[in-house]
């Protein structure tokens, strides 16, 4: 049977009012009681109902995270940013993927709601701006990572991490430069796709839309993407990556048509996912502040949570890691 306050205020002779203040480290109870009562609550097995604390405090201390999927090697430091945060405040974190589905995606969101969790944060929305309405009509924060054009978003510039990657291929002597997308209506392919243009531009090369090869942004996307390119006459001799799990795909497509990276064709991913460093050759790769990504999305819930409601939005930026992929053109 389960223990209440009321049996530990029997057992320590005061009132159930002066158990429950000590239990919640009111400062007009004493520390010797409020370690004598926090003591004997462990000794009796008291465990404190989420229920009865979330009717008082109206907050029921869980946040939602919602995620395309649990398997996308991307959003492992994410979610780890996220947890960090959240467990330093008090927070527990639940997860849901929605496996890239948006009819998924709001039933997901909605089903949160109806377990009652104080916000939501979303990675990689399908939904995107439909938050804007959404949070309105739901009554809860939500925070999104990659989505600018959304109030309340947490993301890493993608047109520059885009320049840096293209800008790098020109200065290793690469003019014909390919690229290999994913969906076109993703926020974060269109601010990659831009920066890619940008940089040719810059140095004075005409955009080619044939350069730009079809993926999926994952592997076998990558891969298909790959032999698109490799068609050409001539065919890119450096590729700009949608993210790693292209470039991995790419490099396979390669292998298959008996080329080598770097020396037949440079290759560049984007995220710096873990198994970046070590591919074979480890990849030159644009990373994105994965973990901080997580942790400012959290922190910026927990101000919607205090009542702040116009944080700032927030832009990270990303790094160039050079690794073995890219070889200079000519030498």
Aim: charged residues 20%; hydrophobic residues 40%.
């Amino acid at each position: 049977m389960s223990v209440s306050i009321k049996d530990i205020a029997k057992a320590a002779g005061v009132s159930p009012s002066t158990v429950s203040r000590a239990l919640r480290d009111h400062p007009r109870i004493s520390q010797q009681t409020k370690e004598y009562i926090c003591r004997l609550a462990v000794e009796m097995g008291y465990t404190p109902s989420a229920v009865a604390r979330s009717l008082v405090t109206r907050r029921t201390m869980t946040i939602g995270l919602v995620l395309p999927s649990v398997s996308d090697p991307f959003l492992s430091q994410v979610v780890l940013g996220v947890e960090e945060v959240a467990l330093d405040n008090g927070y527990r974190v639940f997860l849901c993927s929605f496996y890239n589905d948006p009819v998924q995606e709001r039933s997901i969101v909605e089903a949160f709601l109806e377990h009652r969790v104080d916000g939501i944060v979303v990675t990689s929305s399908r939904l995107d701006t439909a938050y804007t309405a959404l949070q309105e009509q739901l009554g809860i924060p939500i925070v999104l990572t990659n989505c600018r054009e959304y109030a309340y978003s947490v993301s890493t510039d993608n047109l520059h991490g885009g320049r840096l990657a293209v800008d790098y291929l020109l200065q290793l002597g690469h003019t014909r430069i390919g690229y290999i997308a994913t969906d076109p209506q993703k926020q974060a392919n269109r601010s990659r796709l831009a920066g890619y243009r940008q940089a040719l531009q810059e140095r004075g090369i005409a955009f080619d839309p044939a350069l730009v090869g079809v993926g999926d942004g994952r592997a076998e996307g990558g891969k298909r993407g790959m032999q698109q390119l490799l068609a050409l006459n001539p065919p890119p001799t450096a590729v700009f990556c949608y993210n790693d799990m292209t470039a991995i795909g790419a490099a396979a497509a390669l292998r298959e048509a008996g080329l080598r990276v770097p020396d037949d064709v440079s290759l560049v991913g984007f995220d710096d996912i873990d198994w970046a460093a070590y591919s074979n050759p480890p990849l030159t790769t644009v990373r994105q502040p994965r973990r901080e990504l997580g942790r400012r999305a959290m922190q910026m819930l927990l101000e919607l949570l205090a009542g702040e409601e116009s944080p700032t939005k927030v832009v990270l930026q990303g790094e160039l890691v050079v690794r073995a992929s890219c070889r200079p053109l000519w030498g």
